[in-house]
Nanobody, 124 residues
Framework: QVQLVESGGGLVQTGGSLRLSCAASGRTFSNYVMGWFRQAPGKEREFVAGISSNGGRTTYGDSVKGRFTISRDNAQNTVYLQMNILKPEDTAIYYC?????????????????WGQGTQVTVSS
């Protein structure tokens, strides 16, 4: 089992920034691909970003490329999502997830463990 706890969400104005954190506990964090997903009301869960187990490879959803950056600190068992130039359409609950796959897969079905989510609201 891997337990994931997100933090860092909140209310921000258009053009602002937020940094989300996801603290992991349980099994060896460095064995897992990590991902961030988001879900807005009435919409399907959307892949935002993923990072390989050693941090050497990252993948982003098209809607966040150039604005968001995913990173991880395996010594601290934490994965981060730096979000810049935020837009109202970024408003959603953001979820951290862990996958036992050997590469980043941008699909929710590939992830075995999920956090409870943190709300991000971008005001216009």
């Amino acid at each position: 089992q891997v337990q994931l706890v997100e933090s860092g969400g909140g209310l921000v104005q258009t053009g602002g920034s937020l940094r989300l954190s996801c603290a992991a506990s349980g099994r060896t964090f460095s064995n897992y691909v990590m991902g961030w997903f988001r879900q807005a009301p009435g919409k399907e869960r959307e892949f935002v970003a993923g990072i390989s187990s050693n941090g050497g490879r990252t993948t982003y959803g098209d809607s966040v490329k150039g604005r968001f950056t995913i990173s991880r600190d395996n010594a601290q068992n934490t994965v981060y999502l730096q979000m810049n130039i935020l837009k109202p359409e970024d408003t959603a609950i953001y979820y951290c997830a862990a996958s036992a796959m050997i590469t980043v897969v941008p699909k929710a079905s590939a992830y075995n463990y999920w956090g409870q989510g943190t709300q991000v609201t971008v005001s216009s």
